[in-house]
């Protein structure tokens, strides 16, 4: 159920989603879009009638005009995202390409030089020697409530 706003009475309600044809107020108790209806054609005898077929044939002529204006910007959004993720693909296999080796290279020359520093006997000493005091600082800090 969705909610609808009557616009002859002003009223809000509730109705089925859909066509409006048979959604009335049930307030008022007519059409809740007072601009959508449509008065009725009635032919006087001082105009003179259009053949059916020419009638057909202009709208049938609109329509046909107004569908090729449309089919020119048809997904036009789709085929820009398309080609520019088409461009990055092509771009990111050609960097991969042609620089997959050196990258290689130099990845393993790091391995090779890294060191792993070795900790002597005075950072040791020194590490032993303050590291209760840090853990009592850290426990007193964390042991503190909010004012």
């Known amino acids: 159920m969705f909610w609808f706003h ?53 709208a049938a002529t609109r329509h046909g005009r107004q569908k090729v204006k449309r089919r020119k910007n048809r997904h036009l959004m789709l085929k820009i995202f398309g080609g520019w993720s088409i461009l990055l693909a092509l771009i990111f296999v050609t960097v991969r390409h042609f620089y997959k080796d050196e990258y ?22 020194v590490l032993e020697k303050h590291t209760q005091n840090c853990i009592n600082t850290l426990t007193g800090f964390l042991s503190q409530t909010a004012p």
Do not use: I, M, W, Y
């Open 104 to 125: 290689a290279e130099s990845l393993a020359a790091s391995e090779a030089s890294r060191n792993t520093p070795e900790v002597t006997s005075e950072d040791q000493h």
């Open 6 to 58: 009557c616009g002859r009475c002003g009223a809000l309600f509730q109705s089925e989603p859909g066509e409006s044809d048979g959604r009335l107020c049930p307030k008022c108790g007519f059409d809740p879009c007072p601009g959508v209806q449509t008065p009725a054609v009635e032919n006087h005898p001082g105009q003179r009638e259009e053949a059916p077929d020419a009638t057909e044939e202009s």
